[in-house]
């Protein structure tokens, strides 16, 4: 093994450590979630190991239980995925002297805590080797403690009794999630409006009720970002 | 199509969503470049999305408007527990407690 790429997974794991214990929660939940959706063990896998997004799994699978219809699924999931687009720009020119098999594996690995906490070192590396264990070693560490800890929850969650309400974590998982996010005022204005949004438009035919709240959300975010700048101007 | 290819078929799907975006630009490498505008757009969507699959669950039963539910005070408490303490388990056990007690506890 080239010695800086090792000295690179070292570094890169030790610095993204102090997020692991964060995500176990989120592993599990998740795993819990699965069940609670009515997916075997073996779909519950398939889907970690296809998907492999907290976010997008945890969102779709509350319409993967109330069968909507597929194009819904996928555009919800979509939209939940779009800032992986910021984040893939972001990062694109630390990968930029790397073939297509690196680039294939870099994107499906890539998660937000290793963008957070990877990014900026990543991108003042000159030494490829180096920047290629920086990022493969805590994106592995990741991908295993999410397949390992989603497994627990979804062993853990068949031992649970019917009617605890399990499918609740799903939200609370959503919700918690939402709440760091909607830290800025166009955040929060983005995130009441598409809510309410889609609670108004939920009569809509062909559940367009969430998209379209989505699409208000997106609006009234940007909206507000201008009315705040206008304002400071003045 | 049977019941169990359909949701194969949608994991597929999903998942192509993910890696889509996540390797938008490290697969096109620099050449692309994104509109600041469409950034700035593109940053509001996750939170949009997340009220947009939250707030219904917690405002809504059985597709009318009913405010006053439990799930409805179990999210409070979680916002509540999310804000004020960073320990990543809390919210769970705090919200599902909540909720728990209120259904089965108080048959509410």
């Known amino acids: 093994m080239n010695p800086a790429f090792r000295d690179g997974a070292r570094e890169g794991i030790r610095d993204f450590m102090p997020m692991s214990v964060g995500l176990l929660p989120w592993a599990v939940v998740t795993g819990i979630a699965m069940v609670s959706a009515g997916l075997s063990p073996l779909q519950a896998a398939g889907m970690n190991l296809i998907v492999y997004a907290g976010t997008a799994q945890l969102g779709t699978l509350p319409l993967l239980a109330s069968g909507a219809p597929l194009w ?24 930029h002297d790397y073939g297509l098999a690196r680039r294939l594996a870099s994107s499906y690995l890539l998660v937000d805590g290793v963008f957070a906490m990877c990014t900026e070192r990543l991108l003042k590396a000159d030494d490829p080797h180096w920047r290629w264990g920086y ?48 830290r800025t005022r166009p955040m929060l204005v983005a995130a009441l409006a598409g809510g309410i949004a889609t609670v ?35 | ?52 699959l939250v707030m219904p669950d917690l405002l809504l039963d059985d597709g009318a408007l009913d405010p006053l539910n439990p799930k409805l005070a179990a999210g409070l408490v979680v916002v509540l527990v999310a804000t004020r303490w960073r320990n990543p388990w809390l919210p769970f056990v705090c919200g599902m407690g909540v909720l728990l007690l209120l259904r089965r506890g108080l048959g509410w």
């Not at chain 1, 979509?78 to 990062?91: D, G, K, Q, T």
């Not at chain 1, 062993?155 to 709440?179: D, H, K, N, R, Y």
């Not at chain 2, 993910?18 to 940053?43: H, K, M």
């Open chain 1, 72 to 95: 819904l699924i996928v555009l919800t999931a979509l939209a939940l995925n779009l800032r992986f687009v910021i984040f893939s720009a972001a990062l694109a020119p630390a990968f």
């Open chain 1, 135 to 182: 990022y493969l070693g805590p994106s592995l560490w990741v991908w295993t403690l999410w397949q390992l800890f989603t497994l627990a929850g979804v062993l853990g969650a068949g031992i649970v009794p019917q009617g605890w309400s399990l499918e609740f974590m799903a939200t609370i998982a959503l919700l918690v999630m939402m709440l760091p996010m909607s």
């Open chain 1, 200 to 234: 108004l438009l939920r009569g809509l035919p062909l559940r367009l009720g969430l998209i379209a709240g989505i699409a208000v959300g997106i609006l009234a975010g940007f909206a507000a970002e201008h009315g705040l700048q206008k304002r400071g101007a003045r």
């Open chain 2, 1 to 52: 199509m049977s019941g169990d290819a359909l949701l194969w078929l949608t994991f597929c799907l999903i998942g192509m969503t993910t890696v889509a975006t996540r390797g938008s630009f490290i697969l096109l490498g620099e050449r692309a470049r994104l509109p600041p505008v469409v950034q700035r757009l593109l940053r509001y969507a996750p939170a949009a999305a997340l009220a947009g």
